[in-house]
């Protein structure tokens, strides 16, 4: 699969297996982890399946799957096969009157483009290998599935079709990618391919120009965009033409790469007024966790759902106080964690009831205060209360200022230092909203078996990150009020 996606990619991951940018971070190996999980609950759809056992690429799982075959299993899970020096192991095998189903079994609620190819290989060394597979599928995460209700949790889609079609691929692309392994590093032009399954390719630093003005960083370009201008010879933002039709924030951008300066719009006054009127001014950050198998009543698969906060709130004399809340796990490691939903939502609305604005940082924080409302019914009318004196600040900074270090990107880490030099995240050991929700998911499952004086490191570093989110926005409020002319009210 590497090398269907870059020759280039295939080879460092062959022949420098240990090299850095393949280790798995927390959140990679949470993912990998949360996959495993659905796997294994996948099996259980087949009471009566034969799982083969062994190791990853242990040798004899090859005639153990095909000692089970010809015992007259009827369902296998891993069954192994090893054909034109390609090795594959498949989720589930169903056997019919007629054949074989070769299922791939994901984590993801959808079908995606990628498991077409993945399914083509294992069904081309499968079939090498004598079986006759007629059907391929993806089972997959039923979307639509909540947790205490009936619907199901895995939805199985027929892929045969798509499968088929590629599988005519299969045979040259081995070839080629036995070819590559056995020759130097391949000289492989970037292009769109390096966003493959919606991520960056792991070697993505040893490729791209990592220059701060390159035209990759062109707000919203994409792969595909930015693929697009280099194509024209555009290379980086400053190259861009000046007749060429861009967005109001890419023209924003551009400006300031030219003039390598802050770019303040006379439109910021007017955008910044509310929160600077506002006599007593709140700021609301939430961290989420989202697991495959949703753990709690209500919630579906990969439903975030918020398990931390943190408040400040800046009063009528300037002076500025905090709150907070992060839910935990208990420490027999035996029991189930406790919901955080309700207790996290009865400290919020104690904590944020006196402020007339809360000030957060995109529309994410009011899309979990209304989930949590559809479920609290009881918190209902104080939760959609709250919800109506969100102000997001996210719209007044992409509107109204931009500058070079922001390199085409809004996001609050990004934005941070650039406007407050300050200030930062570098300081702290958790610097990542995602880390920070595995990190919660490990508080909560598995907190007693995590030693004490872990526990209590990994929970202060998540204070101190979500606390560091909301100072930050009450810092960004005075400098944008600075920026457009306002006198300063107090200082933090």
């Known amino acids: 699969m590497a090398g269907w996606q870059c020759p280039k990619l295939l080879w460092w991951t062959v022949h420098e297996p240990d090299a850095t940018e393949l280790q798995p971070g927390i959140v990679l190996q949470d993912l990998f982890d949360q996959g495993h999980l659905v796997g294994e609950r996948a099996r259980e759809e087949w009471p009566g399946g034969l799982l083969v056992e062994g190791g990853y690429r242990d040798p004899a799982r090859v005639p153990r799957t095909l000692g089970a075959i010809e015992s007259g299993a009827d369902v296998l899970f891993e069954a192994c096969f090893e054909q034109d020096h390609v090795f594959c192991a498949v989720d589930v095998l169903e056997k019919h009157e007629d054949g074989w ?249 104690e904590a944020t009831m006196d402020a007339e604005l809360v000030v957060v940082y995109t529309a994410f924080e009011s899309t979990r205060i209304k989930e949590l409302a559809e479920f609290l019914r009881r918190l209902a009318g104080p939760l959609a209360a709250l919800r109506a004196k969100l102000w997001d600040l996210n719209p007044v900074v992409e509107k109204n200022v931009y500058h070079p270090d922001f390199r085409g990107s809004f996001s609050l880490k990004r934005i941070l230092t650039p406007l407050v030099p300050d200030l930062g995240y570098d300081d702290l050991f958790i610097v990542d909203g995602m880390v920070a929700s595995v990190e919660i998911a490990r508080l909560l499952f598995v907190s007693g078996r995590i030693p004490r004086a872990e526990r209590d490191k990994t929970r202060r570093d998540l204070l101190d990150y979500c606390e560091r989110d909301t100072f930050a926005t009450v810092r960004l409020v005075e400098r944008l009020g600075e920026l457009a002319g306002f006198p300063a009210r107090g200082r933090t």
């Open 101 to 349: 189903t070769l299922i791939e079994v994901k984590s993801s609620t959808e079908v995606k483009d990628y498991h077409i190819p993945d399914l083509a290989v294992q069904t081309h060394v499968a079939r090498q290998a004598g079986l006759p597979v007629r059907r391929m599928e993806v089972m997959h995460l039923n979307k639509g599935y909540r947790r205490g209700e009936a619907a199901p949790l895995f939805l199985r889609s027929d892929v045969t079709e798509r499968v088929e079609a590629a599988l005519l691929e299969v045979p040259g692309r081995i070839e080629e990618q036995l070819d590559v392994l056995q020759g130097p590093l391949p000289d492989s032009p970037v292009g769109p391919h390096c966003w493959y399954r919606g991520q960056e390719c792991a070697f993505m630093d040893r490729c791209w120009p990592q220059d701060r003005d390159h035209i990759r960083r062109l707000y919203r370009a994409g792969p595909t965009g930015a693929w697009q201008w280099m194509q024209q010879g555009v290379h980086s933002l400053a190259e861009i033409p000046p007749d060429a039709k861009l967005g109001e924030k890419q023209r924003r951008q551009v400006r300031a790469v030219r003039e390598n300066r802050l770019i303040v719009e006379p439109t910021l006054g007017a955008a910044i007024a509310p929160a600077l009127a506002a006599r007593r001014l709140g700021f609301l950050d939430f961290e989420t966790v989202a697991r495959a198998l949703p753990p709690w009543d209500g919630l579906g698969p990969w439903r975030a759902t918020a398990a931390q906060f943190s408040y400040h709130e800046r009063g009528p004399d300037g002076s500025v106080s905090h709150a907070e809340f992060l839910a935990e796990g208990p420490e027999d490691p035996s029991r189930p964690p406790d919901d955080p939903r309700e207790p996290l939502a009865r400290a919020m609305l």
